[in-house]
């Protein structure tokens, strides 16, 4: 059995960031999905799961998702930075 990569000395911790970190994943994911669904309902009016999922996004909104991506990580992460808020 391979031995889990350990930040703390506790290993309650460790869990509790691993919870923690795949968590904030799955809340930028959902975050990225809304922005699709609303683009696409400002644009069609209405829409269906395979347009959301066929969905591909302009190099210009490339750019933009990249740019939300980080600040949500800068915010994710400033907790272990020492500054919380």
Do not use: C, H, W
């Not at 799955?26 to 209405?46: F, P, Q, S, T």
């Not at 969905?55 to 500054?83: C, L, Q, S, W």
């Amino acid at each position: 059995m391979t031995k889990r990569p350990s930040q703390f000395d506790d290993p309650a911790i460790d869990a509790l960031l691993g919870i923690v970190l795949s968590l904030g994943s799955e809340v930028y994911v959902l975050r990225d999905r809304m922005r699709v669904i609303e683009k696409m309902l400002e644009a069609k009016g209405a829409i269906s799961r395979a347009d959301i999922e066929a969905y591909k996004p302009t190099p210009e909104e490339e750019g933009e998702i990249g740019k939300d991506r980080d600040a949500f990580m800068a915010r994710f992460f400033r907790v272990f930075e020492g500054n919380p808020e």
